[in-house]
């Protein structure tokens, strides 16, 4: 079969909500990594045969089609298309398996997979709310599906609750997992594991003075288990807090996929290989267990062990989603997202794809390590699974 190799990947920086990227408008982010693909490539912009952009909150400014319009906001030439999918939390590995779809079939030789996700300027849930409050429709659900499920609405709370009691996961085992995120995080900051991966952007003070932005801004270097223990959960009962939850983010993230006669036409250097690409679905109102079949599935049909795999990034949506991954799967919790995640890093929704792909790609490659697994938990009960081998 024709192999699809990453030959680029970036991500901006994550910024809080109201944070430093709250003057950025989405397609402006998505802009700037598509610039930065291009770049780090060193290809014609104009080879560029597709994007594929993923996008979760596609209203309001991202709205209209986002995909094309960070393409507009780009310095690709009009003749590079582009289209917007959602597939919730796992929209932007979606791309990267789209993109690496194409390449294989030989439709294409070179698409960029991207995400975007402004969390500050369209809030999550955004487009259910709006109908809702203008008295348009009923919201997503219709009585059939809610009927057919015995639920009145599908909540990624409740799954996390569901998950935790149904390993009998402690609120202190769960803050530890969050604490351990931000250590992660914060370390490997601090050692510049970034650094290669970040595009910077230019952001203002409430001065008006100018800097770069090139450090997650969610990252807490002064948590701990006292911090963490006196938030309150998200339910009287419950063991889910903002502590032990994904934050919530803005961001853009990209890979460029290519074929190998794109390699050679165009003199590029290969970082990956797209190994394996598997999605399954299962029980919505759980909703966040499905990387664990997800994972098996991948791993069957690939041929391969969790033993051969290097690093592996489990979505950090929340901590009991990862946790519970590492109990069914065997992992090594030495091997699982080395250098923090979404609790600590944040979770720009719809660039959380390509933004785990872009910091595997970038991790695997200074261990010089070679095997790499991505999936991420994503609403209605669907998990993406990626396997990668690193090229050094």
């Not at 709250?22 to 560029?48: C, N, T, Y």
């Not at 219709?142 to 996961?169: C, H, L, W």
């Not at 609120?171 to 490997?188: C, P, Q, T, V």
Request: net charge negative; hydrophobic share 40%.
């Amino acid at each position: 079969m024709p192999a699809a190799y990453i030959v680029a990947a970036a991500r901006t920086a994550g910024g809080k909500k109201g944070g430093a990227l709250k003057d950025w408008h989405p397609a402006d982010l998505g802009a700037k990594v598509l610039d930065s693909l291009v770049e780090r490539a060193g290809i014609d912009p104009a080879a560029v045969e597709d994007v594929i952009a993923g996008c979760v909150g596609q209203v309001g400014e991202q709205s209209f089609h986002i995909g094309r319009n960070m393409v507009m906001a780009s310095s690709l030439p009009d003749s590079v298309p582009a289209v917007s999918i959602d597939r919730q939390c796992g929209s932007s590995q979606q791309s990267v398996h789209f993109a690496a779809q194409a390449v294989m079939s030989g439709t294409q030789d070179v698409v960029i997979a991207a995400g975007v996700e402004s969390m500050t300027r369209v809030p999550m849930g955004l487009a259910v709310m709006l109908p809702m409050q203008a008295g348009i429709g009923t919201g997503p659900w219709p009585q059939s599906i809610k009927d057919r499920y015995g639920v009145n609405e599908f909540s990624q709370f409740t799954g996390a609750e569901m998950i935790a009691q149904n390993y009998q996961m402690s609120r202190e085992e769960l803050d530890a997992f969050a604490l351990e995120s931000h250590r992660r995080a914060a370390a490997a900051t601090e050692r510049g594991e970034f650094t290669q991966e970040i595009v910077p952007l230019t952001i203002l003070d409430a001065d008006g003075n100018e800097s770069l932005h090139t450090r997650d801004e969610g990252i807490r270097t002064d948590a701990s288990m006292e911090g963490l223990g006196a938030l309150k959960t998200l339910k009287p009962d419950g063991v889910i807090t903002a502590g032990n939850a994904s934050q919530i983010c803005d961001g853009a993230s990209g890979v460029m996929v290519v074929s190998e006669r794109a390699l050679k036409d165009h003199g590029l250097t290969p970082l990956a290989r797209i190994d394996h690409l598997t999605v399954t679905a299962g029980d919505p109102v759980i909703m966040l267990m499905e990387p664990i079949p997800a994972t098996r599935r991948a791993l069957e049909r690939s041929g391969r062990s969790i033993a051969d795999i290097d690093l592996y990034e489990v979505n950090e949506a929340f901590a009991p989603v990862p946790l519970a991954w590492l109990r069914e799967i065997g992992g090594d919790p030495e091997r699982l997202n080395v250098n923090g995640g979404a609790i600590s890093l944040g979770h720009p929704l719809g660039a959380s794809g390509t933004k785990l792909m872009t910091t595997l790609v970038h991790a695997l490659r200074k261990r010089g390590q070679r095997f790499g697994l991505q999936t991420m938990c994503e609403g209605g009960g669907i998990a993406n699974v990626t396997i990668i081998e690193a090229l050094n």
